[in-house]
Structure formats: C-alpha cells, structure tokens
C-alpha cells in the first residue's frame, strides 16, 4: 500500500519502533507521511502525537519530519537532527538518552512501555517470509518481537547482494534465563542472516526507492591529523611496551569527523591485521578494510559518503566476506566488548581536568545528539580514548574545563584524553596528578594559564581529593552563556 | 617469620597488593609491622612510602597504620579508614578510586604498574602449596599470579571448615585470548576451592591469631525501615506486572545501615526463594540465608558483626553449602551482573533532580569511602536502586540537590531513586519528567519548595533539554561550604 493509507493506520499516542541507526537503514515514506498525516490533524484542531524509538539517529525524512509538525511525544534513544534537537531543547518533545546497549533489554524488561507498532525499512523479502535487512540492524529484531502490529518498507534502491552480511542473533533472553552470548572473536557470526516476524502482524508493507543520508566528511583538517597522530604515537608506544598486540585489538570508533580522520590516519600507521568491533562502520573503517589493513570490521550500521557508498556497492562481494551487521544489542553488549577488550575512540564535547567527560551537553543544558554507544564501550574496553579539538566556537570556548557542565562518563572510566595539543594518559593516577597532566598536555594554550590558576587556587583550601571551588567551577560555562566566550 | 622480620623485606616505593574486602581478609600483622618500620625509617630522615593496592577497604591495623605514618604513596581502589580518608583529603596521599572489576584487569593489562610484593592472608596452606582463602578473595588470586614476591599471613583464629567455601575462577585471560565465563546461576561453581602460586615467590611466612574488623550495625531507624518498605513494596508490584519473577532475580546490596535494613526489610518480606549475588555478605543477608527466605548468595567477601560471625562460625556447614565466595572480578564482572540480571540496591551521598548520582564526594571535593562496585552492579544490573535518607547532618543538608557536586553514576544509569519520603521510577523518563518526580517523591519536605523554585526558574530560559542555572547550580553545595548548611 502507499505510505499515506501505512500512515492511517496509526493510532494517536502510539510507541512506535522504527528501523534506523547513524543515518542507515531508517524508513523513508512512512515517517514524512505520518508526519503529513499528523499535521492535517494538528490543523483541524486534534492533537495526535507519537513516541518513536529507533536504534540510533535517522534522517530529515524521520526525525526532522516528524519534529517539525511537533508529532513526537517521546524520542529515544539517540537523535542528531537540528529540528528534532531544537524542539528537545526548547522544551517541546520529551528525550531520554540512553546507553545504546541498553535499549532492546529495556523494552524486552517493559521498563519503556508497550511498543503498539514497528516500522522497519527491508531489503527484501523472502518467500519464507524472513526478511533481509538494509544497511543497519540496530534494534530492529526487538522491535518486529515486541511489536503488536509490523509496517515493512521494502526499499528496491538496495542490492540483493546485502543479503548475507547481516548476523541477526536470536538467542537473548531475559534473566533468569541468559546464557553467555557465544561470540570469541570480531569476526564470528552467532546467528542467521535474515529478520524475520509472524506473519500476521504485518499491517503493510510500503515499498520506496530512496537512498540513506549519505552524509560527507570534511577532509581531515590538521587540529584531526594531530589528534590521529597522538593517537598513533601512542598505540605503537603501547605495542612497543607489550601491553597491545601488534595487531592492536578490535576497533571502535565513533561518528564525526575527528573520529573519521583517525581512521585515516591508521591508514598510513604501521599497523596491520588490524580487525573493527564498533557500532557504525563509516568512510575511515570502510577505507582500512578496502586496504587490507583491517582483516575484518563489525558494527551495527554502515553509514558512508555518497563516494564511499559506491565504492562499497560496486565491491559488495568483497566487503560481505569482511564485514558483520549485527543488532546493537551485540554490537555494544558489555560482555563483548569486555571479552573482546575493545580499543574505544569517541568524540567529546568538553573534559575536565579530572578526566569527567560531558558527551552530550551544551553549556549544562542543551542536548547535542545523545551519549550513543560511548558509555557501552568506554567503560568496557581494553583501552579507551576520549577525543575532541582543544578549542571550539574559533577559541571562544575551552574543551577542558575546571568541571564538565554534565558528565556521561565518570572519571572512573575515563583512560587517555587527546586533544591536538597533546595526549594525557590517565591510567592507574590520583585525581591530582590528573589534572596536571590534563592541562600540561590537553588544554589550549590560551586558556592552560587560566586553568593552572583554578588548580594552584583550589589547592589552598578545601577537600584536597580532587580540589575544586564550587562558586567558580561552573564560572566558564556561566560566563560563556552571558558573553558568548569561555574568555575572561 | 615474624612480621617485623617479614616488613624488613619490602623495598621503599615498592608496589604492593594486600589483601583485603570490606573489612575482611586482610593482613593483620604485616601492615603494622610495615607501619612501624616507616615510622622508624622517617625518624632517621629516610624518605620511605609504598602504593598499596588491595580488593576494597581493609581496617585501622592496615589502611589506618600506613597512612598515619604517612607510609603511601597511591592507594587504590577503595578505602574507608577515618586515618586514610584524612590524609587523601588534606592531599598527603594519592588515591585512585576504581570500579572493583576494573581493578584485576588493569593490573594484568600492566595499567597500574608492575606488583612487586603480594601480602595475602590465608586460613590454612595445604601440603600441596595451594592456600584456604579467608572471609574475603578479592583480587587475591591476581596479587599471588602477579608478584615478583609473595608473603603469607596464615590467620590461625580461622577455622578449616572455611575450605570448600570459595570458588577460585582461574579462567580468565588478557584479550584477544578472552572466552565467556561460564557461570549461568549465581550459585555456579566455575573454578576450584584454593588459591595457589609458584612457591618459589614465597618469602616469609607470618603467623596471626587476630579476628577481622567485625563492624557492628546499627539496629534500622525509622527512616531506614521507610526505605525499605518502599523498595519492598515496588519490588511486590514488580512481580504483580510481570516485571519482576515472584523469587525476585539476584539480589546485590552495597555496604552500611541502610542497606543492611533494606535486606532486613526483605527477612519480613513477601519473596521467598531469593538468591544473592553481591560483592560483600553483611549481616542482612546472612540472616536471609539462615531464614531460608535466600536460597543462596555469592559475594566476594564476608563481613558482619560480632554476633553474625559467631552465628557463621557456629553454623558454618550449613552456611558453606549456600554461600559461594569468589574473585571480586567474577562477582562484580559486567558480563556476569547482567547475564544474571541482578537487582542492584545502593547507598550514595547525593542525587540530584535529574537522575545523576554522587556515591563518593562529600562537596564536591573530599573523598569518602570509593565507588567500590556500584558501578559495575548499576550500570549492569537489570533494575537498581540508589538510596539516602533526604537529608544529612539533622537537616542542614538536603541528599536531593540541583546539581551533583560530583558524579559517579550519570543520568544514563539510575533507575529508582529512594528516600523515606518516597520512591522515584525514572526508568524511561526524559530528565524534565525525572526532575518533577524526584522533587515530589524523595525530597524532604524542607527543601521541596527550594527544588521547586530551582526548577521552575531553570525552565524559565537556556536549554530545556536538563534545565538548569549554571549560576546556582552548585550554590547549595557552596553555601554549605561557607554556613554549614544548605538552608537559605
């Protein structure tokens, strides 16, 4: 049927799961529909939202549809669209932000409520009725599980050859009835390769012909290669020392352009056999494995450029035999990720000199894009790097701060900070001794006197564990809300 | 040897690993022995410290005696001495406070430094060379594999029927070498009965006859039994829905009082049929497992009150065929909390309206005990609880607070919030629903109006996604500072 008669079919105040992680694999009519649907509503005067649970961020087509006629409720659990943000962040939708890991065990648990319909974008379908998936899993065998009633869009644009990439586990349980998940190296495949539903839940099925977001990355420019090169630096320190095997351990790395660039940069490292265990697989990864220089890469989506994606679908048979799209629920299951130790990068917006790490909050309030599978990997991995350029806004904000302005990652999990100026290597130390090395190594040289300052003053008074002054530790991010600058 | 005989071995700046959980298990000779010698060394001009790792917090005759002869350098990754607490927060000593399943790992991985010395009290050494552990294991089977040297205190107060009690996993490995653990119950036995280790590392031998620190516990105040009635009743309606199986899942409880009248709470209870799987064994739970109301409990460390050891000791063959005692990072592993799907119940400091939690600084600066295993248990479990009476010091401080003074478990971690006012459900919940919720259930009625008016003006402008007013966020941990109390 057309995505408009799909839409009809929905219910005001519906939980509805949709398909989509990191831009991938998320349904492209079905959302702009409701969203017409919902706006026609909003005009005659009834009031018609929905809650919307996906595997992690989507697209204009679904989160900024559906953001702009104010129909989302309830969003969960990761978004970046500006509209869907800017809606969270003046106070007119409802967000919870959750480990990515977590999601499927919570709606399995009934902690989020009772899903009334998924809404999952297919490759195709097969005559046994299984399905095969796009280019993400994320959580979508839980949502077409749980799920009373089921919409498919069958998107034609996607090759059959997709079929067989995809591991879909389907041995989760809920406590007491868990058995350890089977999974010894990046590379192993648990499951099957297709999704599948009964049959009679399926209320419609859309077919569509429209390509993934296909976002670009900036070039890496030189504040990302000297990020990438401490980072390298540092990983062949570790290999050189015994404490890394030559060929690393398995790789994640998170979304965005610093992410992307150091990537790049193990391009050109000395490392090979290297393998990937991350969530999204994008340009960089897609690069080392197309080299050779990373045997094998797992992750829960793969979101590429434009150029990349047609490397990627003119060279399929070669990437299926590499690469493994798995639900996020394995992907980023602590078990995994501890079993496997993982080496985690992922970008930040601020850390403080104690090594607290704020991934998600503008200025204490506002939210950005959501904490994503960052907290599933740092806390379980081998080694974990928290990364971010020292500066933002042209040098009118620090990114290391005297306290983060909220924190998703304690410094209870935090190992080495880069920045371009330098790498802080945080195991096994006191708070104290982090904060010196934080601002010796990470801190902006125009702002490294200001927090040498806060330090040597907080240390003439008070609790001397992790010495602050609590009418100044905030004072950054206040001043910067009324002056626009972090700068005195 | 003697113990004094046995301290004259040890290097200045040495690494060493005691053992030692909870106020169980840890050497009682040797660090006396150590401390005096330092005192001596120090008088004669001699610079002399050492970093001392250990499972958790030990007691006066080991944290208490080393930091009051200023005898360490870094202690890690937990304490709870009123000597050592003193000394970390007047800045004389290092402290790295550490998730307690991180420890282990970190120490293999070589993180922390290369262990020189492992002091490991035992209850018996058997012809064989392999060692009765005692009331505690916590990383002792580490120390023993990891020490270029080990020393014995054999704790003759201890009886033999104590053999057959612990479960030694010694199937853990550095990665890409990992495999799962094979535990699927918490009663499990996975490894053998003793520790063991390449005799040729033993260089002294100490005898003791010396009980453990036997801390007694308070008999459960009003707001204590309030507390526990809340989580009591939200656990029966839990099973009522079906979120919850009638004998609950594993049952985790951190250290003190109110934990303690929580487990107290469940001997009256409606749940039979329970299991226990935490890091310490207190009193409570003993007595759960004497009732029958426990089926059986795994912890990592044994430690009770006078009374309760001397029900132990007189009873020990029924207690050691329901009580498993296991390396700390087997009873704390990720992997395993959430396989199990422990109910995770623990105390903490401070939370604030949105959900963030602070288990270790009192104002944002001094250090009180650690974060111990709240993490691994939180961030794993299936449900948990963070529990405070709402207000501290008769009222001048309020438990529930704007914003955290420090953060140990963010806003992506904490379920149910409960005070004696009441209990917060956030599970699902966007940080604005939480706030609402959390001022109207756990807040004392003192500062409810205070809260209020923090949140009402905080949604007055700036980002509606975690309102707040970065000016006043920690204005009550400051005033505190300056009046004693966060009253206005």
Redo the contacts between chains.
Sequence with gaps: MSAEEAAALIEPGSIIGMSGFTGAGYPKAFPQALASRIAAEHEAGHPFRVSIWTGASTAPELDGALAKVDGME?R?PFQSDPICREK????KM??????LS?VAQ?AW?????HLNVAVIEVCAIHEDGSFVPTMAVGNNKTWLDLADKVILEVNNRLPLQLDGMHDIYYGTA???Q?????L??PHDRIGVPHLRCDPSKVIAIVETDAPDRNTGFAAPDENSERIAAHIIDFLAHEVK???L?KEL??LQSGVGNVANAVLAGLLKGPFDGMTGYTEVLQDGMLDLVRAGKMKSASASAISLSSEALDDFLGNIDYYRERIVLRPQEISNH??VV????VIGMNSMIEADIYG?INST???????MNG?GGS?DFA??S?LNFFVTPSVAKGGKISCIVPMC?????????T?VIVTEQGLADL????P??RAQIVIDRCAHPDYRPMLQDYFDR??QS???????I??E???W??RC?KTGTMRL
């Design positions: 309830m969960l969270i962040n003046t106070g409802h967000f919870a932000d959750m480990h977590h919570h648990f009934g902690f989020l409520g809920i406590p007491p868990r058995v350890p998940i089977p010894y190296g020392v015994g404490r095997p351990l398995p602590p078990e501890r079993r496997l130790g607290n909050h503008v200025l204490g309030s506002s939210m904490i907290g806390r379980n081998y302005s909220h924190v998703d990652h304690t410094e209870h999990d190992q195991r096994g130390l006191s104290r001794q907080a240390r008070g609790g001397q564990h992790t010495p602050h609590l009418g530790a905030l004072a991010h206040d809300l």
